[in-house]
């Protein structure tokens, strides 16, 4: 192999420390994908409620405990966020899509805009 002078520089550009710095759409990228995977525990807590629901008074009595518990609502409160956010999330890259705000301040824009609306809407469905 040749012997190539690399300079100063690092050699992949997905090191994290000194090298490079996480922008928003990275991070929301990976919140995305994260979120995904929590939403698939919430509906597997859905639907075992709903059969308790469909099966019988002591089934519903055992999943409506767990449903209705403090880390029960709290998992529901994490799903809807994450459920909302998904929503945001896939606006905005509707509007990449039509090739609008792809300029990166305006890309990060969008992410911050993202993140404060699904918690807005998150809040607004919980109270109401």
């Known amino acids: 192999m040749a012997d190539v002078n690399r300079g100063n520089r690092p050699l992949s550009p997905f090191m994290i420390g000194p090298y490079y710095r ?67 999330n896939g606006i905005r890259h509707l509007i990449w899509d039509t090739g609008y705000m792809l300029e990166v301040d305006r890309a990060e824009l969008a992410g911050k805009v993202t993140v404060a609306a699904s918690v807005v809407l998150t809040l607004i469905v919980w109270i109401f």
């Open 22 to 88: 996480p922008q928003w759409t990275s991070m929301l990228s990976i919140v995305h994908r994260i979120t995904g995977c929590a939403m698939a525990i919430g509906a597997i807590l859905i639907v075992w409620w709903l059969l308790g629901a469909a099966t019988g008074p002591e089934a519903f009595a055992s999943a409506d405990w767990v449903v209705t518990s403090w880390l029960g609502q709290l998992v529901l409160f994490g799903c809807l966020w994450a459920l909302l956010y998904h929503f945001c």
